[in-house]
């Protein structure tokens, strides 16, 4: 894999994983919000959605973007040497446990989750489902056509 492919899937992957993240966030905001006789249409969800990817994707790009620096050079190296047919897995993997652990450690830190959508189980959840999202868009955008790695030709 050349470096420059390797930067750039990573880019793309901690913009989607943000985006996406942000996304649902807001999804699980509005649905509190419903709850509490406060329904939302459907445009008013698209407005918050986009005000809120705007607002508050660029710090949570910044949390991802740490994260999934450290667990997906992590993932390849376990990969390789423990699981090398499952390249896509095991970067589906990072990118879920990354999300998760670095909503965890805010919390514990915090002691509060800063993530409102993330404060239920199914919103935690929701979010490392992006983080997943994220690990399997670097692996497919890491990959050579044949869904392996490319080696540099020295």
């Not at 880019?11 to 939302?40: C, E, N």
């Not at 407005?47 to 992590?74: E, K």
């Amino acid at each position: 894999m050349t470096s420059m492919r390797a930067l750039l899937a990573y880019v793309v992957a901690v913009l989607l994983t943000a985006a996406l993240a942000t996304a649902l966030h807001t999804q699980f905001v509005a649905a509190a919000l419903a709850q509490l006789d406060a329904p939302l249409s459907l445009a008013q969800r698209l407005q918050m959605t986009a005000h809120d990817i705007r607002g508050m994707g660029p710090v949570y790009a910044l949390l991802i973007g740490v994260s999934f620096a450290i667990a997906l050079p992590l993932a390849g190296l376990l990969q390789r040497k423990l699981m090398p047919e499952r390249r896509r897995l095991a970067y589906v993997l990072a990118g879920a446990a990354a999300l998760l652990t670095a909503l965890t450690l805010m919390q514990s830190l915090l002691g509060i989750m800063p993530i409102a959508g993330a404060r239920s189980l199914a919103g935690w959840l929701c979010q490392g489902l992006a983080g997943a999202a994220g690990g399997w868009l670097f692996a497919s955008l890491s990959a050579g056509a044949s869904g392996r790695v490319q080696r540099p030709v020295v």
